[in-house]
């Protein structure tokens, strides 16, 4: 047997010879078949040739020049530099393109067969003008699409040796068959609600003459029920009219908070008809109990049509108010959202019977929301979510380039686990976020989350060097002990520009328990990863109900922050812990060394040890602060406190604050009075806020203190909710 070649090159020269021996061969001599040789002549005569030596078989695809290739091609580096695959990898990756492009071929035929059978049923006004270019906009997608699957079906069966297509050519062509069929959808949603709005002004025309003759037989019982409605509903009508009167295209900003139906959709769809320059909308659905999804529907619809400048937009819903949002609906939604070209977006979500396969379509929304600068996503208490959604919210934003603010939020949701955390934080990794300034993360609540979810987030916050601004809320995940603080106290050190810190840890959601697996260790851990970090200007550290955090905790902490001198804001809630007047003592040490501090907030609730001592520390620290103009203290079951801690509270009152909170347990005629005392003292006062649980003071008493301090712009002394 001998190498192709060989045979190959002789036969061209027209030798009749044996290559061995050289003996003349007979002319009608017919050697013995070679099965190698023939496979390698029958794969020739399927093409499946390189095309530059001609003897020898491809085995390779160059995907740069789309052309086939063999192994002698490979020791020659012809194709060194550019990307090439085997030709079984190269067509089972097409055949993946292949299924999902005829996918998209299905489903655009399917809305074009939809759009044929409904549209003969409407004016024939419509289905010259409208159906006709919805179908002309459609077939020169639809022939390139069909055009492109023969070529990759040509290819497929061997019938090519030049590739006559690329991927990124695939890619685009179904993006372009998916936006073809989104448009469709659209428009067949539009024409739908017009033949609605038509039934429906038949209806309504109808209903009134019902509702005069029902009113004549109302008890009286149910005339006061009516007035009273109809006395809200004059209160609400009167805002939209305003709304209504206001100039053409006047508005920039405009926030809508619905509590009732009424002929809210109506009003509104007006209102964005009218006003076409909006750049920011809020709209709250979360009060509104008797706002189905069709009225909603038909708010975001006339948004949709009318808001081409819209820049911001924020949404909210509350299951636990309003009718629950499923997943056709959240779809709906997503559909809206698509065709909008924001730079910011808030979704709100609470209470939603919406599962894993609602937050997929969110996903495939943020992905035309290239513009995107602002996104804020909250899902509270969806208890069917999984891992699955966070994957989803991960594969969504890593298509957005420009975020620059970007804060996720699932909390109370018992089915996210470690897993979906580890996606999450690994997709932000790997992609483009290099202008992110801003990262919340909130996961409060979701109690299957342990120690491995913060070591996630510790390893992936070094590739977000440019951060100013993190947020981490896993208060209430149960199974965070001391090394998951340890974890999120590391991540931050390579921040180098952060200036605002914010880490929430403790409690459980065990009534009257708290967490016994974050103590003094986690603390000092904490401490010595924030050492130094002296670009912070606001921090805030939450130990909620962590039964373990006594003293010599808020002594690591001491010890740390007092070479803070550039803080500006600082907030420590410490509710729940072990705590007495010793660690208070530690707080003055270090809260007196922050000369550049103007917000304070501290919070010791529930420190059932804590004496008039505590108050006096806290009084001495804070008019040692030159610069505090905002101060909130809350003692909320701190039974300890006596008059002679009222007295405490006077002289701290006297420094030169605008905004003060109290927060105590117990308000005693002695307590009040030293408070009053210290409020005369204050010139600039413009905010203050008492707030007890328990009262020995009359209310006739108490409105004599509001009396005397209405000229103060907000005042206001009143019982805890």
């Given amino acids: 047997t001998f190498a192709f070649s060989t045979l190959f090159s002789l036969a061209s020269e027209g030798a009749n010879y044996c290559p061995l021996c050289k003996e003349i061969l007979p002319t009608n001599y017919e050697p013995s078949k070679n099965i190698v040789l023939c496979e390698i002549i029958a794969s020739i005569n399927k093409g499946k040739v390189c095309p530059v030596h001609k003897n020898q078989r491809a085995k390779y695809v160059c995907v740069s020049e789309r052309v086939m290739f063999c192994g002698e091609c490979v020791l020659n580096k012809m194709h060194d530099t550019h990307q090439t695959l085997s030709i079984e990898d190269f067509l089972k990756e097409a055949k993946v393109h292949i299924e999902k492009l005829a996918d998209q071929q299905k489903t655009v035929d399917e809305k074009c067969e939809e759009v044929q059978r409904k549209i003969p049923n409407i004016l024939e006004l419509v289905i010259d003008k409208a159906v006709k270019k919805m179908l002309e906009n459609s077939t020169s997608i639809i022939d390139s699409s069909k055009d492109l699957l023969q070529r990759m079906q040509s290819f497929k069966q061997g019938n090519e040796i030049k590739l006559d ?231 969504g934003i890593r298509t957005i380039k420009n975020l620059s603010f970007l804060q996720i939020g699932i909390s109370q949701c018992d089915k996210i686990n470690d897993k979906g955390v580890d996606y999450l934080i690994d997709t932000m990794k790997k992609s483009n976020l290099g202008l992110l300034k801003y990262l919340g993360l909130n996961f409060s609540g979701c109690k299957e989350l342990t120690d491995k979810s913060a070591k996630y987030i510790c390893f992936g916050l070094g590739s977000f060097s440019s951060l100013e601004r993190l947020v981490i809320d896993m208060r209430f995940c149960e199974k965070i002990t001391d090394s998951g603080v340890e974890y999120l106290g590391k991540g931050i050190q390579t921040l180098l520009q952060l200036q605002h810190f914010e880490l929430h840890v403790g409690g459980s959601s065990k009534k009257n328990s708290g967490s016994d697996k974050i103590t003094d260790l986690g603390m000092k851990r904490l401490m010595e990863f924030l050492q130094g970090n002296i670009t912070i200007s606001t921090l805030a550290i939450s130990f909620v109900h962590c039964n373990k955090l006594t003293d010599q905790g808020l002594r690591h902490l001491r010890d740390t922050l007092k070479s803070y001198y550039n803080l500006r804001e600082l907030t420590l809630n410490f509710k729940g812990g072990k705590l007495t007047d010793h660690g208070c003592n530690s707080l003055r040490k270090v809260i007196k060394h922050l000369t550049n501090l103007e917000f304070l907030e501290l919070d010791l609730s529930l420190c059932k040890d804590l004496t008039d001592n505590t108050l006096n520390y806290m009084k001495e620290a804070i008019r040692k602060l030159p610069t505090i103009s905002n101060l909130k203290l809350s003692f909320q079951g701190c039974d300890n406190f006596t008059d002679n801690g009222g007295a405490y509270l006077r002289d701290m009152l006297s420094a030169p604050m605008a905004k003060i909170h109290l927060c105590l347990e117990k308000l005693t005629p002695g307590m009040l009075n030293s408070i009053k005392e210290g409020i005369r003292q204050r010139e600039f006062l413009s905010d203050f806020g008492l707030f007890y649980n328990k009262c020995d003071v009359s209310n006739k008493e108490l409105d004599k203190v509001r009396l005397e301090f209405g000229n103060i712009a907000s005042f206001v002394i009143d019982k805890l909710a």
Avoid: W
């Fill in 165 to 395: 297509f690329t991927f990124p050519e695939i890619n685009k062509n179904a993006a372009q068959l998916t936006k073809a069929s989104e448009q469709l959808a659209s428009r067949m949603e539009l024409l739908d609600r017009k033949i609605r709005e038509f039934t429906k002004e038949i209806q309504f025309a109808d209903h009134r003459e019902e509702s005069k003759a029902t009113d004549t037989t109302k008890t009286t019982k149910g005339k006061k029920s009516k007035h009273f409605a109809n006395e809200i509903s004059k209160i609400i009508d009167k805002n939209f009219n305003d709304l209504l009167s206001k100039p053409k295209d006047s508005l920039a900003s405009l926030k809508i908070r619905l509590c009732h139906a009424g002929p809210v959709a109506e009003q509104l769809r007006d209102i964005f008809k009218l006003q076409r320059n909006l750049k920011n909308l809020s709209i709250d659905f979360t009060t509104c109990g008797n706002i189905n999804f069709q009225i909603r529907k038909s708010i975001l619809t006339s948004v949709m049509y009318n808001q081409n400048k819209l820049e911001n937009l924020t949404l909210k819903f509350d299951g636990s108010q309003s009718d629950l949002m499923t997943d056709n609906q959240l779809e709906s939604l997503c559909i809206y959202l698509a065709t909008l070209h924001l730079q910011g977006l808030v979704l709100e979500f609470k209470e939603l019977k919406i599962s894993d396969d609602g937050i997929a379509f969110l996903k495939d929304a943020l992905r035309y929301l290239y513009d995107l600068q602002s996104l804020k996503i909250r899902i509270t208490e969806c208890k069917d979510l999984t891992d699955k959604s966070l994957n989803a919210l991960a594969d």
